[in-house]
């Protein structure tokens, strides 16, 4: 998926606004998914894969799947297996109920990684048992030797592995050939159908046509407001929903349990509200005039959650606002189809601002530096928030710190290899791309 271009700094813009529209120095990094001889050499063989086969079952959120999705086919390469198009859980927190083909281009997906995985559209009449065992324990950051002393022996004598729960499951640390296919997956494979990228580019085109726009994810939702633990900053009667919720499922609460409202917030552990996001966007320099496109769900606390932002930034739209004589209607309760657009508007952006982590931010944070180091904004909540609430700080100074603090983190390429841990997909610098 390619984004819109973007607009660069043309037009009647002050310094300050020349600074925020302006893209980062992508250093002359390009994708290069040049893969090894041995590599090309073992997918004579893998790709031609017809007796063994792995099922996967892709569960949570768009996002999320497309995560598993990705891992899935590099473990059916690690096993030298024949993929069959995963299966995707129903959702229980939206009751999605979309298979891969509604969400994804199937045929896409298959030809793209026809050198890399035979992928077929169901298992084979062959291989069908009575009952299979389903392997959804696995632990955290398993390496590919131990996914073949696993499940290898189980694989040739069955034919088939079938596993769920894979987020997050498969180490970030793999061979160079093996991110590289992860990048491939990512960005080359993994294309909205047809009828969701059409609309998704509809409305992305929209913004991007009254000039450079600003996206931001505000994850404002009522499940994640009882996740994280945090004050929505709407008032008791709203914060006494959310607790209630919160005792009769302790489970989804996630974190140090034993925090303040206040600790988890000035930890950087809460979503900006949309009063912060203003007073953020302001200390960044964005002009009052700036087209915000607002991704994510319906807020918790519907318009008055978003009133502040608003009164700030009146140009405030969204898929909903922007959609044209239905074109929305058959997918209002297709959560998964909604979040695509999202992603394909946020892609195209000038400028991505992530509220609060999550599986949207860190897949558009590596697509927008795959397609040449877009502008992406972390917020640095733990170091900026104290001076939201020292009211010595000028508008002035509080600017001054604001661009200070996120100077060096609008996107420009980032080496995985600072922190080991980080998947390639969100840092794709140095295995997926290269200097021309």
Request: charged content about 25%.
């Amino acid at each position: 998926m390619v984004p819109l271009p973007a607009h660069g700094v043309v037009g009647n813009f002050s310094e300050e606004e020349e600074e925020f529209w302006r893209q980062p120095d992508n250093q002359g990094y390009m994708p290069c998914l040049d893969f090894s001889l041995k590599y090309r050499k073992a997918s004579v063989k893998i790709s031609k894969e017809k007796r063994k086969f792995l099922i996967v079952v892709a569960s949570g959120g768009l996002n999320q799947q497309r995560n598993q999705i990705v891992d899935a086919v590099v473990i059916a390469r690690i096993l030298e297996a024949t993929l069959v198009v995963p299966v995707l859980q129903v959702n229980h927190i939206w009751g999605d109920d979309s298979e891969f083909s509604e969400i994804f281009d199937v045929e896409h997906f298959k030809k793209t990684l026809i050198a890399d995985v035979r992928i077929v559209a169901s298992l084979p009449s062959t291989h069908f048992v009575s009952k299979q065992t389903i392997n959804r324990d696995l632990p955290f950051h398993v390496s590919p030797l131990w996914l073949r002393a696993r499940f290898l022996k189980q694989l040739n004598k069955e034919g088939l592995l079938i596993l769920k729960g894979l987020d997050s499951k498969l180490s970030k640390n793999l061979s160079p050939d093996l991110q590289k296919l992860k990048c491939k997956v990512a960005f080359h494979a993994l294309r909205f159908a047809t009828p969701i990228r059409e609309l998704g580019y509809q409305i992305a085109r929209r913004m991007w046509i009254e000039g450079p726009y600003v996206a931001i994810h505000l994850r404002l939702e009522k499940d994640v407001w009882i996740r994280t633990g945090c004050l929505t900053g709407l008032g008791r009667q709203y914060d006494s929903i959310i607790s209630r919720e919160r005792d009769f499922h302790p489970e989804y609460l996630t974190g140090k349990l034993n925090m303040t409202h206040a600790q988890r917030r000035l930890a950087g552990m809460c979503p900006l509200n949309a009063s912060e996001m203003a007073r953020f966007l302001k200390g960044l320099g964005a002009p009052i005039s700036a087209r915000i496109y607002v991704a994510g769900g319906e807020p918790f606390g519907g318009t008055q959650a978003m009133q502040p932002l608003k009164d700030e930034f009146p140009n405030l739209l969204t898929k909903h606002t922007l959609a044209r004589n239905g074109e929305l209607t058959p997918y209002l309760e297709k959560s998964s189809t909604l979040a695509a657009i999202d992603y394909i508007v946020s892609l195209s952006s000038d400028v991505f601002i992530n509220s609060h982590g999550g599986n949207m931010g860190r897949a558009l944070e590596g697509h927008r530096a795959y397609v040449g180091h877009r502008k992406y904004i972390k917020p640095n909540k733990r170091m900026m928030l104290p001076f939201f609430e020292d009211s010595s700080v000028s508008e002035q100074e509080f600017k001054r710190i604001m661009k200070k603090l996120h100077r060096k983190s609008q996107g420009q390429p980032e080496p995985r290899a600072k922190k080991i841990d980080r998947d390639v997909i969100a840092y794709p610098v140095p295995e997926c791309m290269c200097k021309q």
